[in-house]
């Protein structure tokens, strides 16, 4: 007697169901528990983004505009583009996919209220951009240290900055003071650099990678972003030392913050970016 299309699938059915019997008693009770465990956090994080809004993955912000087209002369009349920038070599692909970002700008301006023998008379500034998922590059303490410089002294300043979103009216940079051997090889004796950086992440100004990583980890934010913003001062043969290099850098990020918030930065998507 033929065989009926009901028996057929009972006959197929059977395996299937004697095989997940039998995985059901070779598995310990520990592995069940870790699965109603993993299938419990699944649902608990779905209806925890729908109830609560929270976002476990960042969105990116694109900037206004790409920071290559960084208005110099916005920077004027006290400083103005220095020729050497043009001198600066262009980065490599291992370069690039090394700093994380193809968003980057990098340029000398020069201080024109300064004499020529002033050690803080050129600025280097270089600003780099990241968004969305991105993780933390490597700051200059280990860039620099890598790189064979001796490291003299570390700490965070408050720079008196009006108008940029700090809280009080204060920026706060990371001043970093390393000593570097003389370009010119007569001597032994070794100079020193202050190299300045610090963050704009999400609104919020900040000197260490945990307080960028802080700032992305707000649940209730839908996006994430940071800038990083870094500066050295020199008269084109040493750096200018710590306390020289603080005093300079304020009357720079006067004129540079605003240029960066207003032109690149896209802060509409973070209403408090404001009162940070």
């Not at 983004?49 to 110099?72: A, H, M, Q």
Request: a neutral charge; hydrophobic letters at 40%.
């Amino acid at each position: 007697m033929a065989t009926t299309p009901a028996k057929q699938e009972r006959a197929l059915a059977a395996p299937v169901g004697n095989l997940f019997a039998d995985v059901v008693r070779r598995s310990s009770v520990r592995y069940w528990i870790c699965v109603v465990f993993l299938l419990s956090a699944a649902l608990g994080l779905s209806a925890a983004k729908n109830w609560f809004g929270w976002y476990f993955r960042k969105e990116p912000v694109e900037l206004l505009s790409p920071l290559l087209n960084f208005d110099t002369t916005r920077l004027g009349p006290r400083y103005v583009r220095d020729p050497l920038t043009d001198a600066i070599p262009a980065m490599s692909e291992d370069m690039i996919q090394s700093l994380g970002t193809r968003e980057f700008t990098q340029f000398f301006v020069t201080d024109t209220t300064q004499p020529p023998s002033s050690r803080t008379r050129m600025a280097n500034v270089f600003i780099t951009y990241y968004t969305g998922e991105s993780k933390v590059p490597h700051v200059p303490d280990e860039c620099y240290l890598a790189g064979g410089y001796d490291l003299l002294r570390r700490d965070t300043v408050r720079v008196p900055v009006r108008g940029v979103g700090a809280p009080q009216d204060e920026v706060p940079v990371r001043v970093l003071e390393f000593a570097v051997a003389r370009r010119d090889g007569l001597s032994m004796d070794k100079d020193t650099r202050a190299v300045m950086y610090f963050f704009h992440a999400n609104g919020r100004y900040a000197t260490t990678r945990d307080q960028v990583r802080l700032s992305s980890a707000n649940l209730g934010q839908r996006y994430a972003y940071y800038a990083k913003i870094e500066i050295f001062f020199s008269d084109g043969r040493g750096g200018g030392s710590r306390d020289e290099s603080i005093a300079a850098v304020q009357p720079l990020l006067e004129r540079l913050l605003p240029v960066l918030l207003e032109d690149h930065l896209d802060l509409s998507k973070f209403d408090s970016a404001a009162d940070h």
